[in-house]
């Protein structure tokens, strides 16, 4: 990794991180997902279908039914992570930028830039190496923001939280007519996650301050706009539990309200 920090004098207060990465783990351990094998040894390719069992023609079951699939820690041949980091911060006196107005202002944006997250199972095969970056849990971009005006004894805070669009499975094809046929990817009319911004907004008023000594009373609203989270199936198909989303990045409870004192004696 590498990481440079910018704080020029002609801008008082302004700050700016630039931090790049890459970590490869050769001989890493990952445990593939129940429809993963299951497509795999569909498509072929023999090591997975060891992990596959099927019923005996008795007892009125069908040769060939699915009886289970087992899966677990296995040995991956190598796992990649590349990727940016970003930070800005300004923070400075209103009235450097409109001379009739008082209090302080603070701006600060954290940002993450997935470029690959690539996994290789040295297992030969059309999935042997598969990109995650932009998938599932792992955005390309994710980025955190917030916005605070303090003119004692008040402070207000704006937060958002943007995640860009995205990928269900890596190992989907996206397509409604002339679909490819490519081993090992199954074709799908969408695997796209869209974009999604959350914001929540914060007031707070100090009513008591003796040296140390200090009390607040706050009024929080989270999920401001009720943005339902986007959907983001967890199964390739036949998926009849859980939540059509990724509750890890998505908000799932919706507007809320949230008041209360906070003190220190």
Known sequence: GIGVVYQPQWLTGFSMSVDYYRIKNNGSVASPSFAYVLSQCYAGVQAYCSQVARLPPTGGATLGNLDSITTGAQNQA???AQGVDYELSYRAPVSTI??????DLALRVV???V???????GIPGPTQILDAAGVGSSPRWGVNMSATYSLDPVRVTWTGRFI????????????TSSCPSVSGFQTVDNNQIPSYFLHNLSVTY?????GTDNAEAFFNIDNLFDRAPPVAP???????????????L????????????????
């Open 78 to 80: 190598s796992t990649t």
């Open 98 to 103: 409109v001379p009739s107005l008082n209090g």
């Open 111 to 113: 940002a993450t830039n």
């Open 115 to 121: 470029l690959n997250r690539i996994t290789d199972s």
């Open 164 to 175: 860009s669009r995205g990928r269900a499975q890596s190992t989907l094809l996206q397509c």
């Open 206 to 210: 100090r009513f008591y301050q003796d």
């Open 234 to 248: 967890n199964q390739v198909a036949g998926a009849t539990y859980g939540l059509a989303t990724n509750a890890a």
């Open 250 to 265: 998505f908000d799932t409870l919706g507007r809320r309200f949230r008041a209360g004192i906070r003190f220190k004696m």
